[in-house]
């Protein structure tokens, strides 16, 4: 009777917590348009990634588009030592515009599944002026801005969205400032 009445107090507790927002999917958007999303982003704030462990701030990719249909990227950044820079390359994978793979490896070493890493655009502006990139595992995630700066409430709605889409967003680096 004792392990009931618990039972019933657990059942009626949880029942009176509030109910926890519905999460997102985890996906790429379901357009985008390679040329408008083209150009200079600033990166405000990014999931530790190993590639990026040197850099402290002042991070912009560039992205440009090709004929063949990938597009370059110009990866930049700041370190304690001066600036660093990576090139690399983006392509459209199963036929989704917003889920690219990109490599920074050489050309020679493409045929390599490792050198390839998912890129996708999950959250995109409607005027392309801000853009939250993540990956299928969760282990990637990146809030851009054409701006070098945020605004601070519109990068803690980015923030929760991520969240509420399973990334550990407490462990998001910041390299820009928030307005």
């Not at 370059?72 to 700041?78: L, S, T």
């Not at 490792?114 to 595992?137: H, K, L």
């Not at 550990?168 to 680096?173: A, F, G, K, N, R």
Request: hydrophobic content about 45%; charged content about 20%.
């Amino acid at each position: 009777m004792r392990m009931f009445r618990r039972l019933l107090m657990a059942a009626l507790l949880a029942a009176a917590l509030p109910t926890v927002a519905a999460t997102l999917p985890n996906q790429p958007v379901p357009s985008l348009d390679i040329h408008r999303y083209a150009g200079q982003w600033h990166e405000i704030a990014r999931l530790p990634m190993y590639f990026e462990r040197k850099c402290l701030d002042a991070v912009v990719a560039t992205y440009t588009p090709n004929p063949d249909d990938t597009v370059h990227i110009h990866n930049a950044c700041r370190t304690s030592k001066g600036r660093m820079s990576v090139d690399g390359v983006a392509r459209m994978k199963d036929n989704q515009p917003a889920a690219l793979e990109v490599r920074f490896v050489p050309a020679w070493l493409t045929w390599l599944p490792m050198a390839w890493a998912d890129y996708w655009v999950i959250e995109v502006d409607a005027d392309y002026q801000w853009a939250v990139i993540g990956s299928p595992g969760r282990k990637h995630l990146w809030i851009l801005a054409r701006r070098p700066t945020m605004d601070r409430a519109l990068f803690q709605t980015l923030k929760e969205h991520s969240r509420q889409r399973g990334y550990e967003v407490d462990q998001l680096i910041m390299t820009a400032p928030l307005d």
